[in-house]
Nanobody, 129 residues
Framework: QVQLVESGGGLVQAGGSLRLSCAASGLPFSTYGMGWFRQAPGKEREFVAVITWRGDNTLYADSVKGRFTISRDNAKDTVILQMNSLKPEDTAVYYC??????????????????????WGQGTQVTVSS
């Protein structure tokens, strides 16, 4: 059974940083692309960032480009989202997700949530102004 467990959320002031982690189990982690999504109250879940299975290709939503960095450690079955220069509009529950397809070599567009088959329970990020 696939399990994705996020951690690292919390309350931070605008301009601050947080580092989210997602620990995976129950799947051959190194063969799947991994993504981060977020959902704010009253809004739909939206794409944040994605990284290919080899970690050599990444894609970011325009709203976080230049501020967030996604990375992965295939030896530890972990994907990281480093979030800097946080803004109040980044407040949301953040979810990590595993691509439903293995060995995807690149992402050319913001992938929809339907491209991901396994999801974590989410971690709350709150940015105060």
């Amino acid at each position: 059974q696939v399990q994705l467990v996020e951690s690292g959320g919390g309350l931070v002031q605008a301009g601050g940083s947080l580092r989210l982690s997602c620990a995976a189990s129950g799947l051959p982690f190194s063969t799947y692309g991994m993504g981060w999504f977020r959902q704010a109250p009253g809004k739909e879940r939206e794409f944040v960032a994605v990284i290919t299975w080899r970690g050599d290709n990444t894609l970011y939503a325009d709203s976080v480009k230049g501020r967030f960095t996604i990375s992965r450690d295939n030896a530890k079955d972990t994907v990281i989202l480093q979030m800097n220069s946080l803004k109040p509009e980044d407040t949301a529950v953040y979810y990590c997700a595993a691509d439903k397809s293995r060995y995807r070599f690149s992402y050319y567009r913001d992938p929809p949530a339907t491209d991901f088959a396994s999801w974590g329970q989410g971690t709350q990020v709150t940015v105060s102004s």
